[in-house]
């Protein structure tokens, strides 16, 4: 008799666990069948607030918010100064900061004294494609205005229009809610890299939603007719991915095009800015190999009471490495936070090393530039800069490259120190022939010393952004709320951090 008993408790907790379970995949799946029975957010068009697709998807939208807690401004020109020598005569050498949650990157662009301080739509320093991967609005925008339309003209030119940071039209469509690439540039970029669109996997899709902005791109210079017939250049965001997906494939593409972002005001090198490769560094690591998708660690399943949905709440996987990396190993949350700081500094140690041969590289140019070193005794040198600084931005601009792909990171770190070290070698040449010896290049140890040798007046720069921010910006948004672009109470209450004193 007791044996029955026991059987049969056994039998009922083991049917009630499967219950339990397949109750648990069966919400699972409800919540993934919302994309395919999906609530129209709108009919017709791009909803860009995503206050209003909070509205039908509210656990999404709540995780979603959370990204306002990755609120941090690091200053990474006062971490490595070495950075402002390297971007000297460009954007970067005044402002540039670790990145943080979506909900910010407006604010981020905004405040970066990169986008300087405009006081009408047609001036500042920046161009509209500066919107690119910075909010919902652009794929409304887009989609009123025209693809070349939407890049013509000043950043400041449409700053009343984007004002939702990042959010869920993005990377879903409006009237299906399914995912779906919004930027027309990353269909381009695949099909000229030979993939088949109606080919693409519901899993790739779970990275390529990622790949719309942490991609390498170039504004391409695009003449056009608009619509009253006049003749129109827009520069329009280009992935470089029709040579391949690796650093020296996208240099071979830029070099055969005659490419340059800049020429560097020290050593006069005509240089490329790479700007977040995180998908191409990712596929050449061992997840992507295995299988997996930004997705499967940025924004895993997660359970709240019987519902399981993706979080939304895209952050650092180490915040959460018991649904982003225990699901697969099985190791201590302790041993893998370990792992990974070890993988950083490692690439830290190579990062700083090639930094300092690359920054000396450029003094040392324009030290033989001012002694009268000539064009044919700079051309290969300057080459030998172009390729060594291109190679170690693409492996670190990503900031994850470290570990998303920690092999490759490193081999690109130590090519670019290799051809930086040769271009100092060269130049040791070049100066000893125009009887400089032992030249000892200026020290560039502080953020302040380094903006000094770069020429970038900081204090102008606070103020000219102060002005705008009081100013020009304020009508921005009080337009976009009382056009009702902007409807979103929450984007109210973040903090508002710069690197400079406001
Ligand atoms: C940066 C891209 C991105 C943004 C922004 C984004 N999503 Fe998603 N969303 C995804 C990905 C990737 C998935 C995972 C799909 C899967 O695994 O089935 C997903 C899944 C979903 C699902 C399916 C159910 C689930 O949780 O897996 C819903 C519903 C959804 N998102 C709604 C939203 C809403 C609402 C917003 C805005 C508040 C939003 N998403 C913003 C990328 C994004
Ligand atoms: C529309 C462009 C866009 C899309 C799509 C996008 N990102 Fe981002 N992402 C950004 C920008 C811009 C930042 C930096 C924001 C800032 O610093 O203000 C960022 C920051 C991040 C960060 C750093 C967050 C932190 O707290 O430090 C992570 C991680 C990240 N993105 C992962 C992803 C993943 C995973 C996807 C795909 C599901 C994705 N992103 C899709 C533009 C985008
Ligand atoms: C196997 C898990 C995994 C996958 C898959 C993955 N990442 Fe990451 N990602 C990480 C980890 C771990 C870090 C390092 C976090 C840290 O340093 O705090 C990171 C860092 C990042 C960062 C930098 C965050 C910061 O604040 O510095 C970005 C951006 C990012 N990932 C985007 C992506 C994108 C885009 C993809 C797909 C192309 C992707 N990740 C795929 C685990 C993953
Ligand atoms: C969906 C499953 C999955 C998830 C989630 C996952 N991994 Fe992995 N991971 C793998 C697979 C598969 C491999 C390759 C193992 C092999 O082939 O030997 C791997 C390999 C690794 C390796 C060894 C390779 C290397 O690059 O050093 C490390 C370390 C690692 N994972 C860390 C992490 C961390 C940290 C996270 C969370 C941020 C994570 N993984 C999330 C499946 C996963």
């Not at 040198?381 to 570990?403: E, K």
């Not at 200026?442 to 007046?457: H, I, N």
Request: proline share 5%.
């Amino acid at each position: 008799m007791k044996r029955y008993v026991l059987i049969i408790v056994v039998v009922v907790i083991g049917v009630a666990f499967m219950g339990y379970m397949l109750g648990s995949i069966g919400t699972k799946k409800d919540e993934k069948a919302l994309l395919n029975t999906a609530p129209v957010i709108k009919e017709k068009g791009i909803e860009a607030r995503s206050d209003v697709w909070g509205e039908s998807y509210p656990n999404q939208y709540d995780t979603w918010k959370m990204t306002s807690q990755s609120a941090k401004i690091e200053d990474m020109l006062e971490k490595y100064p070495q950075l402002v020598i390297l971007w000297a005569g460009y954007g970067f050498s005044k402002d540039y900061n670790s990145p943080r949650g979506h909900a910010f990157a407006l604010q981020s662009n905004r405040n970066t004294l990169r986008t300087g301080g405009p006081t009408g739509a047609d001036n500042g320093p920046m161009p509209m494609a500066c919107w690119a991967c910075k909010s919902s609005d652009v794929p409304r925008l887009m989609a009123k205005e025209g693809k070349n339309e939407f890049f013509t003209g000043k950043w400041a030119r449409a700053g009343s229009e984007i004002v939702n940071p990042i959010g869920c039209a993005d990377c879903h469509n409006t009237q299906t809610s399914q995912l779906e690439i919004s930027r027309p540039y990353l269909t381009r970029a695949l099909e000229a890299s030979g993939v088949e669109l109606d080919k693409i996997t519901y899993q790739e899709m779970r990275s390529l939603a990622c790949a719309q902005c942490h991609v390498e791109y170039y504004f391409r210079p695009t003449p056009y007719s608009n619509q009253d017939g006049e003749s129109k250049t827009a520069a329009v965001v280009t992935l470089p991915w029709a040579k391949g997906l690796t650093a020296e494939a996208m240099e071979e593409y830029y070099d055969e095009y005659g490419f340059s972002d800049w020429t560097h005001s020290l050593s006069d090198t005509p240089l490329l800015k790479a700007q977040h490769p995180g998908y191409e560094m990712f596929v050449t690591g061992i997840h992507y190999k295995r299988g997996l998708s930004c997705a499967d660690c940025h924004l895993p399943y997660t359970q709240k009471g019987s519902i399981k949905f993706s979080t939304h709440h895209i952050q650092s996987p180490l915040d959460d490495i018991a649904n982003s990396c225990l699901t697969c190993h099985r190791q201590s949350e302790e041993e893998f936070r370990n792992i990974v700081k070890e993988k950083l500094k490692r690439k830290d140690q190579l990062h700083v090393i090639a930094m300092n041969s690359l920054a000396t590289a450029h003094l040392n140019a324009k030290k033989a530039w001012e002694i009268g070193a000539t064009e044919e005794e700079m051309e290969p040198v300057l080459q030998m800069i172009r390729s060594g600084q291109w190679l170690w931005d693409f492996s670190i601009a990503s900031h994850g490259s470290f570990f998303h792909a920690p092999e490759e990171t490193l081999r690109l770190l130590a090519v670019a120190n290799e051809k930086a070290q040769q271009a100092n070698l060269m130049l040791t040449g070049v100066l000893a022939a125009h009887d400089v010896l032992n030249y000892q290049v200026p020290d560039f140890s502080t953020k302040e010393k380094a903006q000094a040798l770069a020429g970038v007046d900081l204090p102008m720069l606070i103020e000219e952004k102060l002005e705008f921010k009081n100013g020009l910006m304020k009508l921005w948004l009080e337009e976009a709320v009382r056009e009702e672009r902007l409807t979103n109470k929450f984007l109210d209450t973040l903090p508002d951090n710069a690197s400079y004193p406001q």
